[in-house]
């Protein structure tokens, strides 16, 4: 069975910082791209950031862009969102995803329906 488990959400005030994790199992997402949306209540599921299959390509959505940064270390199978300079508007689900179809792409999908793998969603909620 495939598993995609984030780990790492919380409650924290504006200004501060989380690191959300994205423990993969069941196949091997080393050559595949991983992504992280997110959803708010009330809105569409969005991209925030991704990474190819061997890190050297990354897409950030411009809510995030020097405040998040996406990591990946395939040894462990896992996926990392580092956010810093947290806002209100950053409270949402944050969920994990892999692109189990296209093996060693250059570079990630921004679109939720390019993955299709998902995790279960780590709640984050920045309080001002």
């Known amino acids: 069975q495939v598993r995609l488990v984030e780990s790492g959400g919380g409650l924290v005030q504006a200004g501060g910082s989380l690191r959300l994790s994205c423990a993969t199992s069941?196949?091997?997402?080393?050559?595949?791209?991983m992504g992280w949306f997110r959803q708010a209540p009330g809105k569409e599921r969005a991209f925030v950031a991704g990474?190819?299959?061997?890190?050297?390509?990354?897409y950030y959505a411009d809510s995030g862009k020097g405040r998040f940064t996406i990591s990946r270390d395939n040894a462990k199978n896992t996926v990392y969102l580092e956010m810093n300079s947290l806002k209100p508007e950053d409270t949402a689900v944050y969920y994990c995803?892999?692109?189990?179809?296209?093996?060693?792409?250059?570079?990630?999908?921004?679109?939720?329906?390019?993955?299709?793998?998902w995790g279960q969603g780590a709640k984050v909620t920045v309080s001002s």
């Open positions: 069941g196949r091997t997402f080393r050559g595949y791209a």
């Open positions: 995803a892999a692109d189990g179809r296209h093996f060693q792409p250059t570079s990630p999908p921004t679109r939720a329906n390019e993955y299709d793998y």
């Open positions: 990474v190819n299959w061997n890190g050297d390509t990354i």
